[in-house]
């Protein structure tokens, strides 16, 4: 597609069920990211996937949260028995490869969670 | 550690005013700076971005940004404000380790007043 791609867009769900947000990136870009975006909080980096290698995962704030890359392309984030303070947006973004540091960042729309 | 804070939450200003985001860091090398805009349920989109080149740098929208290593700081500007120029506003660094991923600050809401 010509942009990130996310799903779905606005999520509502019972506090203790597990949800799967969905990213397809750019055709092409080889790094995905995942954010999150809360009152409070501001813009935090969660999870980072660069080609076949290891994910960074050093933003996940608890074991609650996963996410995975199938076939280098789309992405599922993972959120098991939601708490309240998940409620917040989940953006993707994804990069070229080539120079990571300093390539732009395309962002989808990202998917509103609320946990009720 | 690398971060950054933007000063003021909220700016308001008049159409056709000029407009000013606060942006400073930290960084204990030379930083690559961003500034990204988000208009109300969408996603960001870059407006400019700071490079080691040249120290102002010229984005969409009319806007530019300086960097100023003495100061640390990257502040954001636009000559005159447009009633579309109403978004949040974000400054980011790109996190040390070549990762590309970015630290923000927590962000400018922007107010046009006709």
């Known amino acids: 597609g010509a942009g990130v791609s996310q799903s779905p867009s606005n999520k509502v769900t019972e506090k203790g069920k597990d949800v799967e947000l969905r990213c397809d990136p750019i055709s092409g870009h080889t790094a995905l990211y995942w954010y999150r975006q809360s009152l409070g909080q501001g813009l935090e980096f969660l999870i980072y996937?660069?080609?076949?290698?290891?994910?960074?995962k050093s933003g996940l704030p608890s074991d609650r949260f996963s996410a995975e890359r199938t076939g280098g392309s789309v992405s599922t984030l993972t959120i098991q028995r939601t708490q309240q303070e998940d409620s917040a947006v989940y953006l993707c973004?994804?990069?070229?490869?080539?120079?990571?540091?300093?390539?732009?960042?395309?962002f989808g729309q990202g998917t509103r969670l609320t946990v009720v | 550690a690398q971060s950054v804070t933007q000063l003021g939450s909220h700016v308001s200003v008049s159409e056709g005013a000029l407009v000013l985001l606060r942006c400073n860091y930290s960084?204990?090398?030379?930083?690559?700076l961003f500034w990204y805009v988000q208009y109300p349920n969408q996603g960001l989109q870059l407006l400019l971005k700071y490079t080691s080149a040249a120290t102002l740098v010229k984005g969409i929208n009319g806007f530019e940004a300086e960097f100023k290593k003495s100061e640390t700081s990257f502040h954001l500007t636009k000559p005159s404000a447009h009633m579309s120029d109403a978004a949040e506003y974000f400054c980011?660094?790109?996190?040390?380790?070549?990762?590309?991923?970015?630290?923000f600050g927590q962000g400018t809401t922007l107010q046009v007043k006709p």
């Open positions: 960084s204990s090398v030379p930083p690559y």
């Open positions: 996937f660069q080609g076949n290698s290891a994910p960074d």
């Open positions: 980011a660094v790109s996190a040390l380790g070549n990762t590309g991923k970015l630290i």
């Open positions: 973004a994804s990069k070229k490869n080539r120079g990571a540091e300093t390539a732009e960042a395309f």
